[in-house]
């Protein structure tokens, strides 16, 4: 079972950063992959980023590139998400998710085991 907390949300002017983090609880976290989704007012959720656990790989959204770095803290059991150069279409509800890490498709949320209960990102014009 694998437990994850988001935290790190805020409200920020457009050309902002913030730092959102996920702590993960649970024996077999290390072996995971992790996800960032996100979700705005009336629009379905979205993949934004992802990192392996064997080598690191990440993946982004074609839109964050450039502007968000995912990492994550083996140590700490902690997956972040580094959000530069904010726009207010970035404004959405932000989950870190968990996922197995034999799963190849890791920008589709269906196939994440767990979810965080989420971390409000406003990005102010």
């Known amino acids: 079972q694998v437990q994850l907390v988001e935290s790190g949300g805020g409200l920020v002017q457009a050309g902002g950063s913030l730092r959102l983090s996920c702590a993960a609880s649970?024996?077999?976290?290390?072996?995971?992959?992790m996800g960032w989704f996100r979700q705005a007012p009336g629009k379905e959720r979205e993949f934004v980023a992802a990192?392996?656990?064997?080598?690191?790989?990440?993946d982004y959204l074609d839109s964050v590139k450039g502007r968000f770095t995912i990492s994550r803290d083996y140590v700490m059991n902690t997956v972040s998400l580094q959000m530069n150069s904010l726009k207010p279409e970035d404004t959405a509800v932000y989950y870190c998710?968990?996922?197995?890490?034999?799963?190849?498709?890791?920008?589709?949320?269906?196939?994440?085991?767990?979810w965080g209960q989420g971390t409000q990102v406003t990005v102010s014009p």
């Open positions: 990192i392996v656990w064997i080598g690191g790989n990440t």
């Open positions: 649970g024996r077999t976290f290390n072996s995971y992959a």
């Open positions: 998710a968990a996922t197995k890490p034999q799963v190849k498709n890791l920008r589709l949320g269906a196939t994440y085991d767990y």
